[in-house]
């Protein structure tokens, strides 16, 4: 491998840079979300072991849910895809 193909490879490793912040910014708004709505409707917190919470989401929150989680996915998909070209010269299978 020469140099030149070398600083190439490097080259398109750097530029994932901004997707692999991307989804991991993405992640994180996830997480924040999940812990903001995902709570107990009735509030208990002395449970059974394997009894049901209830949980309960106005449409707004579940769309924003399914945007964020969505989001997620595509852009890990895309990571993936970028980065196998990125390493290997390749379209991932």
């Given at each position: 491998?020469?140099?030149?193909?070398?600083?190439?490879?490097?080259?398109?490793?750097?530029?994932?840079?901004?997707?692999?912040?991307?989804?991991?910014?993405?992640?994180?708004?996830?997480?924040?979300?999940?812990?903001?709505?995902?709570?107990?409707?009735?509030?208990?917190?002395?449970?059974?072991?394997?009894?049901?919470?209830?949980?309960?989401?106005?449409?707004?929150?579940?769309?924003?849910?399914r945007f964020v989680w969505n989001d997620v996915i595509d852009r890990?998909?895309?990571?993936?895809?970028?980065?196998?070209?990125?390493?290997?010269?390749?379209e991932a299978a």
């Amino acid at each position: 491998m020469t140099t030149t193909d070398l600083k190439e490879r490097l080259n398109s490793f750097e530029d994932l840079e901004m997707y692999v912040r991307g989804v991991a910014c993405m992640a994180r708004i996830l997480g924040d979300l999940l812990d903001e709505n995902l709570v107990d409707y009735e509030g208990g917190t002395l449970r059974e072991a394997g009894a049901n919470v209830r949980i309960v989401l106005n449409s707004g929150q579940m769309d924003m849910l399914r945007f964020v989680w969505n989001d997620v996915i595509d852009r890990a998909i895309n990571l993936e895809r970028d980065f196998l070209q990125a390493a290997y010269g390749k379209e991932a299978a």
